[in-house]
Structures are given as structure tokens and as C-alpha cells.
């Protein structure tokens, strides 16, 4: 069972090992990473674990977006287009709403039985 932030669990669906490329317009860096699969509602397609990152021996920039690390003889910058991601939190924001709005008018149903 995956446990988030608020208390929300996900089952494990399982795990899958995968070749994942991070690159830029001139150079890349391939990695294996075990991803698990799981069944939740996120803004988000994929999240990294510190162990991914640490492979990649990455910097990263929550304020601008960003993704450095190193590869042979050069610093690779993998970006995020900054409206895309601003869609995506606002989506994820409403159906936690409405999630939250369901579950609630739910437990206001049983209590009324």
C-alpha cells in the first residue's frame, strides 16, 4: 500500500524495470529505473525517488523547473514548459475538490441512515 501526503493510500499494482533516457537537444543519459505502478488520481505521470536521482547525480530546481546532471563532459538541462505545469496542478486541485466533495457528501449520506 503507497501512503500519501494527506493520508490517501494507492494499492501496488507492482513494479517494472525500465531503460529511462534524460536528454537535452545535444546529448543524453540512460538509466534503469524500477517504477511502481499504482492506480491514483495525480497531476503527475511519474515521480522520481531519491535513488533515480542519485544515479543520474542530478541538481534539480522546483522554482525554475529544471533538471541538471552530469554526463560525459557536459551538464545536460532537462526543462518543464512552465504553462503545461501550471495546467496540470490546477487539474489535480480540482479533482482533489471534487474527490473531497464526493467523499464528504457521502459520509453526510450515512450518517443520515
Known sequence: MLIGFSGEQAEVKGYVDLRTTF???QAAKMIVIRYMVVNAPSSYN???GRSSLNKLGEMVSTV???LKFPTEGKVITVRVDQEVARKCFKNSLRTRRSTYSIT???AS???EE
Open 23 to 25: 536528454s537535452d537537444e
Open 46 to 48: 511519474v515521480l522520481l
Open 64 to 66: 525554475h523547473l529544471n
Open 104 to 106: 464528504k457528501a457521502l
Open 109 to 111: 449520506t450515512r450518517e
